[in-house]
């Protein structure tokens, strides 16, 4: 075995430990969580980094452990497939190699970009109703509360609401104007 093939077996086996290591403490939530700060431009989008839920975000910045362990794994696996089924030169399963490492770092990243815009903390920030239409579901009495449906964070709820201007019957279109300090929507007909 020469030089060439031993390094791509050593780059395709510390890489693929390190990347499966890392990648299984990331979910388990067992990685330390200091990986320094973590801006929109090292990921290359626009995801928000507000603490909820983005370790594996910030786990997955260009000079990571994690991501050098994909550029060896990845560059490894590629050097011996173009050395071994390709009968590439040393040149071309070396050219092969690092751009294979480099697409498959460039791929991570984007696919945890992905994954952080797809993750929800679960909370509903009802602040996020105001000015939105909404419908009565339960009628809303004078100075009491009633229901009304309101689409919050791209999903239809039903919340508690109380209206200034008088009772609001079951199905009347509201606007939502407020919300008290005890998180119930101050809601009036929308015209």
């Not at 973590?38 to 991501?67: N, P, R, W």
């Not at 964070?153 to 609001?168: F, H, K, M, W």
């Not at 009347?172 to 929308?190: A, C, H, I, K, R």
Request: charged share 15%.
């Amino acid at each position: 075995m020469d030089t060439l093939t031993t390094s791509f077996w050593v780059l395709a086996i510390l890489g693929t430990t390190v990347f499966v290591l890392r990648l299984g403490m990331m979910f388990l939530g067992l990685g330390d969580h200091d990986y320094g700060d973590v801006s929109d431009a090292d990921i290359g989008g626009d995801v928000d980094l507000d603490g909820h839920g983005h370790d594996s975000m910030h786990a997955f910045t260009f000079l990571s452990l994690q991501s050098i362990a994909t550029f060896f794994m990845g560059s490894g696996w590629m050097g011996l497939v173009a050395l071994k089924s390709w009968d590439l030169d040393r040149m071309g399963a070396t050219l092969c190699a690092v751009g294979f490492g480099v697409f498959c770092v460039l791929l991570l990243g984007k696919l945890l970009q992905q994954a952080m815009q797809l993750e929800s903390s679960g909370t509903l920030d009802k602040r996020q109703a105001l000015g939105k239409v909404g419908n009565v579901y339960a009628r809303i009495p004078d100075r009491g509360q009633g229901q009304i449906q309101v689409e919050v964070q791209g999903r239809l709820v039903t919340l508690a609401a109380r209206s200034e201007n008088g009772t609001i019957d079951t199905g009347t279109s509201v606007v939502v104007e407020d919300v008290d300090g005890s998180g119930v929507l101050v809601v009036s007909p929308s015209h």
